[in-house]
């Protein structure tokens, strides 16, 4: 008997075990696929480029996690934490724990409902698989940094952080926006713009700078996940090209949700410029290096040119991105060490060489708008304090970030933006936010703004230190690093193997 | 246009005037100094008079800056408007709502 081919086993594997309702009618097996706007004629037309199957799939995912398992066990036994670049590193990996290993579970989740509610059984066979995908890699990132959480701070409680800390409502209410749009939008926002347009800004500048930093774990992690994340790449841009082609109407629908989720995400991608910036004691490369590399050069220049065969134009508002690329990360985390002592990690004022080469990544802007902050902080840090922000910040309602964005092309200027809705103010931090929340008033009024929770006493109570017991922080977790807990381990580690 | 839903669509605002009783938010932005990251969000009642509102808010928030002074605050504006408030004044009588932005020049 002669073998099946690849794509005969395939067919008979996953869509040959469809079947069409008969006596339920299928709008009401498949509610949800209408709502939006959007029409399919024909969900067979649905080309799934990988043509995995159950088996295959285990087969291979397995391979992976026995590879990556046994580094952890290696690194673990061998004491591998002391080989960092420095301890101050792994504030980078709270925040990936933090920020974006409870999006790795949500989008598990949503890829589950998405594998029984679209119509198709390609698209469903699809989403299943990126729904493993997705669950496996909240597993892994979490047993990868649980190898630190013996030894640091931050690390303990963080889905708990994940709903609770101001900065980690950031991604959360990124993602909740998501999940709470219908299938297609959801693809549009997550798989497409997420996952395609912005994963090389999202998730790579993180695996490159544990390579850079001596952990190997992480860096092992993001290899055994890099398979996965093109395959979801390439499920984000099939899944808008087959929206695109199957009904003319779709076009326009499409195009507001990829000018919403780009800005969406893109605001959400300022703590990982923040990070590559000033998190890494050995940078990898700087933001407006990547951006310009990852986001000028290969979406603008190299997708949207594709796209504009299907009628669809480049995001709304990406020339205030463009613009940003030279103040965003300095902004960002001047804003994170202003607020660190309510933070799931620490900041520090940048050692001399991080500032020069700082100063070398922004020669337009470093030294001009953002050094003196850091000369002034360290005349503080010299004179016995530390400066912090005493008080609670502004909030965009849209993206929830602090209003800490300037009006593009003058860095000196804070972005103002205000909209009058059913009698009420809500406020912005930029043209976009505030024309996401023009569109759907009605869903952003709802945001769960962590000032206004602290304020209205949802929040553990009034004062600092009940907040942060509410927020889950332990001793050691938030504030300055220099005296820190794990400055102070790192440090006696480090001299204890000296001697 | 609003939001496409499954089904009737409609939330009360997280944030409504009513969640905050007889207070209000105030937003206070120190304007030129961009060592202050944001402007600042505070809790105030309605009825507070503007000299405790600025001795107990405003001086306690900007003097996280070591170069602010109280007397320093100048060209104060309400909503993008001039603004000169007088220290017995309320907040509600100088026409300060809930979510309103004053701001200072340094």
């Known amino acids: 008997m002669s073998k099946l081919s690849m794509k005969d086993r395939y067919g008979l594997l996953t869509r040959d075990l469809d079947w069409s309702p008969t006596y339920v009618d299928p709008k009401d097996v498949y509610p949800y696929t209408t709502f939006e706007g959007i029409k399919i004629h024909d969900w067979d037309a649905w080309e799934d480029p990988f043509r995995l199957t159950v088996d295959s799939y285990f087969k291979y995912q397995a391979e992976k996690d026995r590879r990556l398992y046994a580094v952890l066990d290696s690194y673990a036994q061998s004491q591998g934490h002391l080989g960092l670049s420095d301890a101050r590193y792994l504030n980078a990996m709270k925040l990936f724990l933090q920020g974006v290993t409870p999006l790795e579970y949500q989008a598990h989740r949503h890829f589950a409902f998405l594998s029984r509610y679209l119509d198709g059984p390609g698209p469903r066979f699809a989403a299943l698989c990126q729904s493993q995908d997705e669950l496996r890699h909240t597993q892994t990132e979490t047993h990868t940094l649980s190898l630190y959480n013996k030894f640091y701070g931050g690390f303990h409680s963080f889905s708990k952080m994940h709903d609770r800390v101001w900065y980690l409502s950031v991604p959360k209410s990124f993602f909740d926006d998501a999940v709470s749009a219908g299938p297609f939008e959801f693809l549009t926002s997550i798989s497409f713009s997420f996952e395609y347009l912005l994963t090389n800004l999202l998730f790579v500048p993180f695996m490159s700078g544990a390579s850079f930093n001596g952990d190997l774990p992480t860096m092992t992690f993001g290899f055994s996940a890099q398979s996965d994340e093109s395959r979801h790449m390439t499920l984000g841009l099939e899944s808008v090209k087959f929206i695109l082609e199957q009904d003319e109407g779709n076009v326009p629908i499409v195009q507001d949700w990829i000018d919403k989720w780009f800005w969406r995400s893109y605001r959400v991608t300022g703590l990982v410029a923040a990070m590559m910036d000033y998190m890494l004691p050995k940078p990898v490369m700087s933001w407006k290096e990547a951006f310009k590399l990852y986001f000028e050069d290969q979406m603008l220049d190299g997708l949207f040119p594709d796209l504009a065969y299907y009628g669809i134009r480049p995001p709304r508002h990406v020339a205030d991105a463009i613009a940003e690329k030279d103040v965003l990360s300095h902004q960002v985390y001047w804003t994170l060490y202003s607020f660190s002592f309510a933070a799931g990690f620490t900041t520090t004022i940048p050692e001399k060489e991080n500032l020069d080469w700082l100063s070398a990544q922004y020669p337009d802007t470093f030294e001009r708008y953002f050094r003196g902050n850091w000369e002034k902080a360290q005349r503080i840090r010299d004179a016995g304090g530390r400066f912090f922000f005493q008080g609670l910040p502004q909030l965009c309602q849209t993206c929830q970030i602090p209003m800490l964005f300037t009006e593009p092309g003058d860095p000196t200027r804070i972005a103002f933006r205000r909209s009058e809705y059913k009698g009420e103010s809500f406020d912005f931090c930029s043209d976009g936010c505030k024309w996401i929340f023009d569109r759907e008033p009605e869903k952003y009024v709802q945001a769960w703004l962590p000032v206004h929770q602290i304020f209205q006493g949802n929040c553990g109570g009034p004062s600092v230190p009940e907040v942060l017991a509410w927020y889950g922080l332990q001793e050691g977790d938030a504030g300055e690093y220099e005296g820190s807990l794990d400055q102070v381990s790192w440090a006696d580690w480090h001299a204890k193997g000296g001697e | ?106």
């Not at chain 2, 009737?8 to 060592?35: C, I």
Request: hydrophobic share 40%; charged share 25%.
């Open chain 2, 1 to 106: 246009m609003g939001v496409r839903a499954i089904s009737t669509y409609e939330f009360p605002s997280a944030d409504r005037q009513e969640m905050y009783g007889d207070d209000q938010l105030v937003h206070v932005h120190w304007k030129g100094n961009l060592f202050m990251c944001a402007a600042a969000c505070f809790r105030a009642p309605r009825a507070m008079p503007w000299a405790d509102f600025k001795a107990a808010m405003v001086d306690g928030w900007a003097s996280s800056d070591p170069d602010y002074t109280p007397d320093a605050p100048k060209s104060w504006e309400l909503d993008g408007r001039p603004f000169d408030p007088k220290p017995d004044q309320s907040l509600a009588d100088l026409g300060v709502g809930h979510k309103s932005l004053i701001s200072f020049a340094g």
